[in-house]
């Protein structure tokens, strides 16, 4: 059975920072393209940054210089530091794993973040 469970999210004040993690299992992590969506109330969910499993990253312009996507393949787990976050930053964030072989995609639940003073 294939999990992904986001932790990590919470209320911050704008400027701060937090650090959500991805814990994959069932899967063969290697074998999957990473990534962080989010979601904000009323809009769509968006692409936030992709890693591949050959660590190549990518990030929207809205969050660069201020989010670093890391993986650990060993641990099955991802990461997502966020700093000098911004009220617009408010959503829930969401992990996805994408089959490099197929077109099969997993999510996780989300985890809430809340920027805010």
């Known amino acids: 059975q294939v999990q992904l469970v986001e932790s990590g999210g919470g209320l911050v004040e704008p400027g701060g920072s937090l650090t959500l993690t991805c814990a994959a299992s069932?899967?063969?992590?290697?074998?999957?393209?990473m990534a962080w969506y989010r979601q904000a109330p009323g809009k769509q969910r968006e692409l936030v940054s992709r890693l591949s499993g050959g660590g190549i990253a990518d990030y929207i312009d809205d969050v660069k210089g201020r989010f670093t996507v890391s993986r650990d393949d060993a641990a099955n787990m991802m990461y997502l530091r966020m700093t000098n976050l911004k009220t617009r930053d408010t959503a829930v964030y969401y992990c996805?794993?994408?089959?490099?072989?197929?077109?099969?995609?997993?999510w996780g639940q989300g985890t809430q973040v809340t920027v805010s003073s």
């Open positions: 069932g899967i063969t992590f290697g074998f999957y393209d």
């Open positions: 996805n794993a994408a089959s490099i072989f197929s077109h099969t995609t997993h």
